[in-house]
């Protein structure tokens, strides 16, 4: 459910220059006088709060309706509740996944253009766009959206699922959203966007944004799933999942590696191929590729990113990075280059449809020279990722 407020508003570039000369000026504020970077550590929604919605939420109805504004000391304080309430109008319940990102004004320095949470138990990952561009209104949003992990989807599966996202109200203690439901299958692995509130109102709130830290959410409330195996899948609840996204404004750990294929003919015949392994950030790195694409691609060539020995990474601490993947045209310098936001670097990350196999193949073209292909890979550390 998305919520438009027609309204004269600034471009997307003055506010987006605004809102980071405030936030800059609210950070340095609070900050300490060392030059070393710090985390803060985040704030826990109280037993008591949580036990306070879950008693709201106890009720047959999805949504509580939020009570009417009390009057307060100022007009100041008045309109902006009267807006909060404009834009999240309902309560949810306590989520699954609370999803913890520090120094939120960073993603725009940054220019993610999404960011990632690492799975949660129900083979999930919330990503949240903190500049979406609702079609028809000319205002950049804060949006949520779902992904299912496609390990557990097989052909002919579909998964509907209904769920809650949301954001953490800390002048209210309760998180406010919208409901949504979305049919996953074997090709539609990410549920529609859903937009929160406009980034601009974000930035400047007090209930939302506290000390820079924004707090999500997302509730699975049902999961029914159609088979040819007619095999019924029960997803048991589970206590809250905390994760924290930590970000950094400097001292960014970069690498790069070129994958040079001089034997890509032969490689075609086989279902997966990986480069060498490389070193980034204390961790150990290689490029998967489909040559003929995987199970999810259509014709195309499939390229991954993978973090090796993915299994043996600490649980309680993990790198948040930014990759990009490139198939580099030898013939013209029309490199085809493509971009993941912000993710927590657990196994890998990629695409199924990279490059079709005709345009791959294309003489004209220079991705494929011969028998050679070139492929690099550029990550960035820009953060870390800690449970609880």
Known sequence: MALVI???SPSFSQIVRRSQT???DRVRASSCCCTAPSFRQPPRCTDAARAASRRCCSSPHLYVPTPATR?????AKQDAAEEDARVLPFKTHVPDLEWKIQDFSLLLDLGAKSATSAPFHCSGYLHVNPMHENPGSGTPYVALFLMLSRKKLKRGDTVHALFELSIYNHSKGMYCGCQANYNFDFKNDYSKKECLIPLKELLKSSTFLVDDICV???EILKVDVSSPEEKAVVVQKKTTTVQNMFLQNKGFIEGTYTWTINNFSELYSKHFVRSPTFE???LKWYIGMYPRGNKFSTDSLSLFLYVDASKNLPHEFKNVAVMTLSILDQKNGKH?????????CTYGWGWSDFLGLKKLKDPSGGYLVGSNCVIKADITIVGSSTDG
């Open 216 to 218: 999500f959410g997302v």
């Open 336 to 344: 085809l280059t493509r971009t993941a936001g912000l993710w927590v």
């Open 280 to 282: 980034v950030g204390g």
């Open 71 to 75: 009057q307060l000391s100022t007009v």
């Open 6 to 8: 027609s309204c004269a």
């Open 22 to 24: 405030e936030m800059a």
